[in-house]
């Protein structure tokens, strides 16, 4: 894992969130993992062309899957309680690169459809040292 500076920047009906951290990131041929904190929750992102998925464990564990022009969930809670509602991914655009990743993910969410736009950018810190634990 080397260090990265890691910035997503998502987009709904009427709300914005923009979080630029300090994060871990390991890159290997077509895929990308992205390991960072937010909001003190332990969180992984995974990229690659076909598939996105992120894993927030914390306050509430949450697990949202992205596949293009598919169906799936957002998952919150653990094994003892968990619910959830579906996603549609209508647009995954991943690049991987050997010093960064950029990703575009736009989807419907929920019942009504809200339409949400997310853009990642992760870009390894000069020199590429390994992160510290």
């Given at each position: 894992?080397?260090?990265?500076?890691?910035?997503?920047?998502?987009?709904?009906?009427?709300?914005?969130?923009?979080?630029?951290?300090?994060?871990?990131?390991?890159?290997?041929?077509?895929?990308?993992?992205?390991?960072?904190?937010?909001?003190?929750?332990?969180?992984?992102?995974?990229?690659?062309?076909?598939?996105?998925?992120?894993?927030?464990?914390?306050?509430?564990?949450?697990?949202?899957?992205?596949?293009?022009?598919?169906?799936?969930?957002?998952?919150?809670?653990?094994?003892?309680?968990?619910?959830?509602?579906?996603?549609?991914?209508?647009r995954l655009s991943v690049l991987i690169k050997k010093r960064g990743v950029a990703a575009e993910i736009?989807?419907?969410?929920?019942?009504?459809?809200?339409?949400?736009?997310?853009?990642?950018?992760?870009?390894?810190?000069?020199?590429?040292?390994?992160?510290?634990?």
């Amino acid at each position: 894992m080397i260090d990265c500076r890691l910035s997503i920047s998502s987009r709904g009906d009427g709300w914005t969130s923009d979080n630029v951290l300090r994060a871990s990131m390991e890159i290997s041929d077509n895929f990308a993992t992205i390991a960072y904190k937010l909001e003190g929750d332990d969180c992984l992102l995974t990229l690659s062309p076909e598939r996105a998925e992120q894993v927030r464990r914390g306050g509430a564990d949450i697990k949202l899957s992205f596949v293009p022009n598919a169906k799936t969930l957002c998952v919150i809670g653990d094994e003892a309680l968990r619910g959830g509602y579906e996603i549609f991914c209508t647009r995954l655009s991943v690049l991987i690169k050997k010093r960064g990743v950029a990703a575009e993910i736009e989807y419907l969410s929920g019942g009504d459809g809200e339409k949400i736009n997310v853009k990642i950018r992760a870009v390894a810190l000069s020199g590429g040292a390994p992160a510290s634990k």
